[in-house]
């Protein structure tokens, strides 16, 4: 499982204190030295987000600033003052010409709640993104097909196995597995597979990571399993998959081969309704759409599509 999502910081201590108490009980508070420390640590482990301190961090610093910036764009970094003082003024303004993305008061009750809202707002950047394009292609679907696709996107980065999304879903991971069967869909490992993959698309994206760092940001068990996984999936080497992909194509593949041709079955469809029968004919067929050749790769052949590189913005 994943550790503790961490909050990075770059801040004079009185400030590190009352952060600790404010935040200690939802995330792990990671207090760095300097912003070469911030940088290792937001590339080994899930960061929300990082604050830096005006009074912390040096005008020699600023080049550091950029670097994790332009590497980690996906994590925002905010500036925090927790008193005002004109000296941090200039300092200020660099920081934010540098890319840091806006301004926390902290002197201020407001200043907390704009920060609670940053840290807690519901679901990440990337899971709202993935569900942003599959609902609307979805089109009216029972509340339950819905569910099942919320649960696979927010929880795929720390669900490796069938039996796992089964479990938070609350249903019997054969029963689970028939349905879709029954109904012609493709398997929900299909669906776990393909999801966790584009989770890796986004995190490829970043020049600050390794397929290493990535492999166990996802869970994998070592690099080489991810890199197996790859193959298996869609045929590719990591490294080639990381030239060939984009976070923005490989959601659009998904989309038209996992979710648009099947449109008119989901529009019907019940993944998690208790009423359908659990047989031992149903553990049969559950085993062959685990198996079935027809949804063992995806894409079928991810040479053949050309692919542009277009970031997210």
Same mark, same amino acid.
């Given at each position: ?32 030295r !300097?912003?070469n =420390?911030v940088?290792?640590?937001v ?14 961090? *040096? ?6 600033v ?6 980690f764009?996906?994590?925002p ?12 003024a200039?300092?200020?303004l660099?920081l ?8 926390l008061?902290? %002197?201020?009750?407001? *200043? ?5 809202q940053?840290?807690?707002? #519901?679901g990440?950047?990337t899971?709202?993104?993935?569900l ?5 292609a979805l ?7 819905r ?5 696979l996107?927010?929880?795929? #980065?720390?669900?490796s196995?069938?039996? %796992? ?12 597995? +028939? ?7 493709? +398997?929900?490992k299909?669906?776990? %597979? ?10 490829? =994206?970043?020049?600050?990571l %390794?397929?290493?760092?990535?492999a ?26 990381r ?8 959601l ?9 041709p ?6 019907t469809f019940?993944?998690?309704?208790h ?16 198996? !079935?050749s027809?949804?063992?790769r ?10 542009t590189?277009?970031?997210? *913005?």
């Open positions: 499982m994943f550790e503790r999502v961490a909050v990075a910081t770059v801040v004079e201590p009185p400030l590190r204190d009352r952060l600790d108490g404010w935040i200690g009980g939802s995330f792990a508070a990671i207090h760095a !300097d912003l =420390e940088i290792r640590v590339r080994e482990r899930p960061v929300r987000a990082v604050l830096v301190s005006p009074a912390a961090v *040096g005008r020699d610093e600023l080049n550091q950029d670097a994790l910036v332009r590497k764009p996906g994590v970094a905010v500036a925090v003052v927790a008193r005002h003082d004109p000296q941090w200039q300092r200020l660099e934010g010409s540098r890319g840091v993305s806006g301004l008061d902290l %002197s201020v009750r407001e *200043g907390w709640e704009r920060l609670r940053l840290l807690t707002e #519901p990440s950047a899971a709202a993104l993935i942003g394009a599959i609902v609307p089109g009216e679907v029972p509340p339950d097909c569910r099942f696709f919320e649960v996107v927010r929880t795929a #980065p720390r669900t196995s069938v039996k %796992s999304l089964a479990e938070q879903l609350q249903v019997g991971p054969s029963t689970f597995m +028939s349905r879709f069967f029954r109904c012609g869909l493709p +398997s929900p299909r669906y776990l %597979s393909a999801t966790r993959l584009l989770y890796a698309a986004w995190l490829l =994206e970043f020049e600050g %390794s397929v290493a760092h990535v166990y940001r996802l869970d994998y068990s070592s690099p080489q399993s991810f890199g197996r996984h790859l193959r298996a999936v869609m045929g590719l080497t990591a490294t080639e998959f030239r060939l992909y984009t976070f923005n194509s490989a659009r593949d998904f989309v038209e081969r996992l979710i648009v099947y449109r008119g079955v989901f529009q019940h993944p998690l309704d009423w359908v029968a659990d047989t031992g004919q149903a553990w049969k067929d559950s085993f062959a759409a685990e198996n !079935d027809r949804y063992s995806w894409p079928a052949n991810p040479r053949s599509r050309a692919v590189k277009t970031r997210t *913005g």
